[in-house]
């Protein structure tokens, strides 16, 4: 019996102004923090195993969450993109996927509040768009002392918003000279952009806050900044917009990202990532039943990546019913580094093991199994 190929293994063009990438798959493998850098933010030299292992011929890698500026750190362990040293201890990373025919984005990230003093240069305190809101008293974040509470933060003064832009359009020219095929814009997970977008946590008065239009102008000057650098091609946003972490729900995220999505067209990015709200940080009273990848699908007009909680079936379903064009999978290309193949194949999945997401060295990093060529799969 003759079955035709589920569109999930077929190509797939990203979007792009200028020599847009095609794809040879449709299943990426998410940004993954793994806290395996040495301080401060070096990639160590079995990286390059590790992402070596998780590529595939025309396949996607977004690599881990990545510090665009020393005050942007909010994890000891996590590598940055802001020095030389950083940018020298990416490039056999690149190098690793690229032998392999893969394409590989970096996703930038500024934590804002979601830091500790420690982390930051001269001790300083984190910033966010707001001082006084909340913030998660049980949440601890890794550092130098061990894992320390999180601590209200300093509210960013607008001055202060044009310099982290910069550093924005500055890390993505340092991806870009390590070898990366383009960048990630991390805008959600609570992280520092999200702490704008979400009137939950913004409560300024000035023109970053208020209206959605005021809330989301800081991502869209960051969009646009990296698009001095870049061509669009090389840019794609990702985000959460039913995202509760650390006490900073937006209370209208229909209308919110409805806005974003809606004006994310006009910059015609290789593509947008949204975050289903499957996972313990996520679930939210206020998701569409429908769930947020399909509600949201009717504003973004370009490629649309989906990730959060998808198996093989899922990931499958929610391609062939176009409400996604990509799906991210993170845990199981953890414990999977042939994951595309063993989807291809409907074979067994190896299970994660979460007590070595975050250790530093080799272990539950580069050395989980790869699929038997003799293991009986699934017809």
């Known amino acids: 019996m003759v079955t035709s190929t589920p569109k999930l293994f077929t190509p797939i063009t990203l979007g792009g102004k200028k020599d847009p990438i095609t794809l040879k798959h449709r299943v990426a493998m998410a940004p993954l923090t ?40 909010g994890y000891l362990g996590a590598p940055g993109i802001f020095n030389q040293e950083q940018i020298d201890s990416w490039k056999p990373i690149t190098q690793a996927v690229h032998d392999k025919g893969g394409v590989i984005f970096l996703q930038l990230w500024h934590t804002g509040r979601i830091s500790h003093p420690s982390l930051q240069p001269d001790n300083v ?23 320390l509470p999180l601590v209200q933060p300093r509210a960013l003064d607008t001055e202060d918003i044009p310099k982290i832009v910069e550093d924005y359009r500055k890390a993505t020219e340092n991806a870009i000279a390590a070898g990366f095929d383009g960048v990630e814009i991390h805008s959600a997970n609570g992280y520092l952009l999200e702490q704008f977008l979400h009137d939950g946590i913004n409560d300024r008065t000035d023109q970053y806050g208020g209206s959605v239009e005021n809330r989301a102008r800081f991502l869209f000057e960051v969009i646009e900044g990296v698009l001095k650098s870049v061509d669009s091609s090389k840019v794609a946003v990702r985000v959460s917009p039913y995202s509760k972490s650390c006490n900073q729900q937006d209370s209208d995220p229909a209308t919110t990202y409805k806005y974003v999505f809606e004006k994310l067209n006009d910059y015609d990015l290789a593509y947008a990532h949204i975050v289903e709200p499957r996972g313990f940080h996520y679930e939210n009273e206020l998701t569409p039943k429908e769930g ?22 899922s990931s499958i379903e929610v391609v062939e019913n176009g409400d996604a064009d990509i799906v991210a999978i993170g845990r199981y290309f953890i ?42 799969v699934a017809p």
């Open 125 to 147: 305190l984190p910033v966010s768009s707001s001082t006084n809101m909340p913030i998660d008293e049980n949440r601890v974040v890794p550092t130098k002392d061990g894992r």
């Open 335 to 376: 414990s999977n580094p042939d994951l595309v193949k063993r989807f291809e194949l409907n074979a067994p999945l190896t299970p994660y093991d979460r007590a070595t997401f975050y250790l530093p060295g080799e272990q539950g990093y580069t050395d989980y199994p790869f699929l038997n060529e003799e293991t009986e």
């Open 292 to 313: 947020a990848t399909k509600f949201f699908r009717q504003f973004y007009k370009g490629v649309y990546m989906t990730a959060s909680g998808f198996e093989r079936d």
């Open 34 to 73: 793994r806290l395996r850098a040495g301080d401060p933010g070096v990639q160590p030299e079995f990286a390059a195993k590790y992402y070596n292992q998780r590529s595939t011929d025309g396949g996607l890698i977004i690599a881990e969450a990545t510090n665009i500026t020393a005050y942007g750190r």
